[in-house]
């Protein structure tokens, strides 16, 4: 897989952020119908999928060496967006072990593992790293094993601890997440860390989510996708960064919503630890604005319709009360009304100019 790295754009102040072409064909669009209502919705996370984000165990792409740029700034201003208790050293070297390994069978042109024993060196071209160190002696690190990889992955993650028949959120790497604190929700159940989402549990939705995870088998990894919008192509959209991002969703007008409003999507994995039998999460943010998915005819009818028939519970959720219908007027006129075809594949192989 050769990816073509963007590195000097940026997700904050002068938002440099820009698809390729090619990158928007390889968005995990998340409506696989023309309707939404929340479900569990997983399914076994194999590579191979319907666009190229389903390729690899972890996905790489042109965002990769900004993206961990900005986790270090976001890092570098508030330390305790990587917090690990002192219980999970296990499941962080399990982590550790599991991305090194996945990158580097995925991407051997950008990552090389090599073993020696307990002896290992790890070779991270894009980013301009080697290391060598001993697996489980954390000493031999610049930081701590979870800290250490997950500095060099996209996207968020947490360890669940399994225990009393639950899981418990006692780790995490979240310097991208859609307003939600790790700070706040470390060591919280399944159940409190998910407590603020509207009609889910009524459905029952997490009941059955935890039943299923609680079984989750060692080296059958499972995804889903969930999604939310975002104003300006903003990873960093913390409650503890509000004062920064919140004003934000106040500059939308019917003149730049197709170029200011992001449809933010989480392409979100679990896999079960080896020796640790923790739970690790990964959720990759991607962000394409309006603009970019009206370029897809698919994409642009199916979304026109997803936020006209939204549930009005689950839209103030999401934040989008503010802007939604801005964006169902900019995409009604580009809905020619055709059937949509189902799955979430964009149904195109280019982007017309």
């Known amino acids: 897989m050769t990816v073509q790295f963007k590195p000097a754009e940026t997700f ?6 820009k698809k390729s072409p090619e990158d928007l064909l390889r968005f995990p669009f998340p409506f696989p119908e023309d309707s939404y209502m929340y479900s569990v919705n997983i399914e076994p996370h194999v590579r191979g999928g319907p666009t190229a984000a389903f390729q690899a165990v972890f996905d790489i792409d042109e965002h990769y060496i900004a993206e961990c ?7 570098a201003e508030d330390p305790k967006r990587c917090q690990v208790l002192p219980h999970m050293m296990t499941a962080e070297w399990d982590t550790l072990e599991l991305i090194m390994e996945s990158l580097a069978a995925d991407y051997p042109e950008h990552f090389t593992l090599s073993k020696d024993g307990d002896a290992w060196t790890w070779v991270n071209r894009p980013l301009g790293i080697q290391q060598s160190f001993i697996f489980g ?3 031999t690190l610049p930081c701590g094993p979870f800290e250490y990889i997950t500095r060099q992955a996209q996207g ?3 360890l669940q601890d399994q225990r009393e028949d639950n899981l418990f959120v006692d780790g995490g790497m979240v310097t991208t997440q859609a307003d939600w604190s790790l700070e706040f929700d470390i060591g919280m159940s399944f159940h409190e860390w998910h407590g603020p989402v509207p009609l889910a549990h009524e459905k029952g939705v997490f009941d059955r989510a935890l039943k299923y995870l609680l079984r989750l088998q060692y080296g059958q990894p499972v995804r889903r996708l969930n999604w939310t919008m975002t104003v300006n192509p903003r990873l960093d959209t913390s409650p503890e960064n509000y004062p920064v991002w919140g004003p934000d969703k106040a500059s939308v007008t019917p003149q730049n919503v197709a170029d200011k409003v992001h449809l933010r999507v989480e392409l979100q994995t679990l896999y079960r630890l080896p020796r640790s039998n923790a739970i690790l999460f990964g959720i990759r943010c991607y962000l394409t604005s309006v603009a970019d998915i009206a370029k897809v005819p698919k994409w642009r009818r199916r979304l ?12 103030a959720y999401k ?3 503010r802007f939604r219908e801005m964006v169902v007027d900019y995409l ?3 809905d020619d009304g055709a059937p949509t075809s189902a799955g979430i594949a964009p149904d195109i192989d280019k982007i017309e100019a």
């Not at 904050?12 to 952020?17: A, E, G, M, V």
């Not at 740029?69 to 890092?75: G, I, P, T």
Request: proline share 8%; charged share 35%; net charge positive.
């Open 304 to 315: 026109h319709r997803v936020l006209r028939d939204l549930n009005p519970d689950i839209a």
């Open 69 to 75: 740029k900005e986790r270090a700034r976001v890092l």
């Open 12 to 17: 904050r102040d002068t938002f440099t952020y």
């Open 156 to 158: 968020d993650f947490t």
């Open 137 to 139: 002696k954390a000493e």
């Open 332 to 334: 009604a006129p580009l």
């Open 319 to 321: 934040g989008l009360p």
